[in-house]
Nanobody, 123 residues
């Protein structure tokens, strides 16, 4: 039913920027809280950023605070992750996640997941 489709990943030099997009279909996007997670090979999936359905509340992992920005465009049914000052340790598969209602997806479990998009930061 609910589908999330990430895009925007790629290869970038350390210090560079990328913007990830996640298009949501299958239910009203404006009612969904959204988040970004990432997973490097051999490591567990970790929280990156989240935004509530209202758009007025955001949360970030300490490791990306000040460098990444999550935002949403309800008219486009899309959530974004602007990644600046990228570091090699940011290299991972990035996953979009969602849950209907007002939630902080750092502490509240997502219900829906995208397929992931690869981000590689060269040193």
């Amino acid at each position: 039913q609910v589908q999330l489709a990430e895009s925007g990943g790629g290869l970038v030099q350390a210090g560079g920027s990328l913007r990830l997009s996640c298009a949501v279909s299958g239910r009203p996007f404006s009612s969904c809280s959204m988040g970004w997670f990432r997973q490097a090979p051999g490591k567990e999936r970790e929280f990156v950023a989240a935004i509530a359905s209202s758009g007025g509340s955001t949360w970030y992992a300490d490791s990306v605070m000040g460098r990444f920005t999550i935002s949403r465009d309800n008219a486009k049914n899309t959530v974004y992750l602007q990644m600046n000052s990228l570091k090699p340790e940011d290299t991972a598969v990035y996953y979009c996640a969602g849950r209907s209602g007002w939630f902080n997806l750092n502490t509240d479990e997502p219900r829906y997941w995208g397929q992931g998009t690869q981000v590689t930061v060269s040193s």
